[in-house]
């Protein structure tokens, strides 16, 4: 039996778009990618969104339309995947790491507000796991010392604060449609925001730097621009998989509820914090336990696959060896999180049935 930590949703439906775009011969960004745009947008609630090749490049394309290069600092927590701070090195500017809250896994507010420097020009906080940020504090700070909130909304389609949802939120929000999330186009993602002129500009700058894409002989070559367009084939995964995002949060949200029923009872395993107001999209649902590595080998010997929450950037020669990242020790929330966190099994099709294998397996170790 093997029960895998995510099941992309892949229905005939899906694969029937896939086809009939392959079949009508425009196979690069085009009429479908610009569907499935539309459709992002109008389920967040937002002016512009803006497909791209991932959540990597759509935040590096953020940083470069907010003019954020050589000279300037961004702020960024240590609990996330690499490319949150990355993306700050790749535009020529450095990272100022800082650490996270224990029961969150989110950025400590009260930390960003230390690491702010006259250089500071934005924050990249990360809604990790779909745990939306409490904006009142973050809009405080960006009002006090006048910068700009990116979020790194990789995980967070379908998660709101105070009824608005992720997306709609910061200057501009960046999504990852990788396998991981729950809309997935395999590889991809989606920038939004509400600025008209950062939306032309970001879609200019992924599509070879064109003001003006009426044909051939229209074309005008504005900018220096790259090519970072999401494919027709890609985004008609996508462009399905939206038509049935109610249905599939609702279902994440009643596994997830389950999950913290079976677990209820159970004082070795505890819950990280959902932000008050907010609405987590349960895109992955994690517990903290002690011995995790053990407990981690003796589920996947059964057939479950588990998996580590994410990273602790501080610890990997990538960020602690660099001249364009500043580590703001100590790390005492992000040391937790990574070395006791724990994500279970979570996808539309699985069971209550199953989910009861998996937490009698864990309690077995308690
Ligand atoms: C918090 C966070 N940021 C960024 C990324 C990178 O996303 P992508 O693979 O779409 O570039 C991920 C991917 O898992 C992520 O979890």
Redesign the pocket.
């Known amino acids: 039996m093997i029960i895998p930590l995510i099941k992309p949703f892949i229905t005939k439906e899906v694969k029937d778009k896939v086809i009939e775009v392959l079949d009508s011969g425009y196979l690069t960004e085009g009429k479908v990618t610009k569907e499935l745009e539309s459709v992002f947008q109008k389920y967040i609630g937002c002016k512009y969104a803006i497909a791209v090749t991932?959540?990597?490049?759509?935040?590096e394309v953020a940083l470069r339309c907010l003019g954020i290069g050589p000279g300037d600092e961004v702020i960024v927590p240590d609990y996330?995947?690499p490319?949150?701070a990355a993306v700050v090195t790749i535009v020529g500017a450095k990272a100022v790491i800082t650490d996270v809250s224990k029961e969150t896994m989110l950025i400590d507010y009260d930390l960003i507000e230390e690491a702010i420097t006259s250089k500071t020009k934005a924050i990249i906080p990360?809604s990790?796991f779909g745990n939306p940020l409490d904006y009142d504090r973050l809009n405080q700070i960006k009002e006090k010392y006048n910068i700009y909130i990116i979020e790194?909304a990789?995980?967070s389609i379908g998660a709101e604060y105070k009824g608005t949802k992720v997306g709609n939120l910061a200057d501009i929000s960046v999504f990852?449609?990788?396998p991981?999330?729950f809309i997935t186009t395999g590889?991809?993602?989606i920038i939004t925001t509400n600025n008209q002129n950062w939306a032309d500009w970001m879609n200019s700058y992924k599509h070879f730097g064109i003001i003006n894409d009426n044909g051939r002989e229209g074309i005008i070559f504005e900018n220096i621009g790259t090519n970072y367009k999401l494919s027709n084939v890609l985004a008609a995964i996508g462009l399905i998989q939206m038509k049935h995002i109610d249905e599939l949060l609702d279902r994440r949200i009643q596994l997830s509820d389950h999950y913290f029923s079976l677990l209820k009872n159970i004082s070795e395993a505890t819950v990280p914090v959902t932000t008050p107001s907010g609405k987590h999209n349960s895109q992955s649902f994690c517990i903290y336990i002690e011995n995790r590595n053990t407990v981690m080998k003796h589920l996947r010997d059964k057939g479950i696959e588990v998996q580590i929450g994410?990273y602790a950037l501080h610890k990997y020669n990538a960020f602690n060896n660099n001249t364009q990242i500043v580590l703001k020790y100590p790390f005492n929330g992000s040391n937790f999180s990574f070395e006791h966190c724990l994500t279970l099994p979570l996808y539309h099709d699985l069971t209550f049935e199953q989910q009861r294998i998996i937490v009698t397996e864990l309690k077995k170790l308690f």
């Open positions: 991932s959540c990597t490049t759509g935040l996330t995947y490319a949150t990360v990790l790194d990789a995980c990852s449609l990788h991981r999330k590889e991809g993602g994410t």
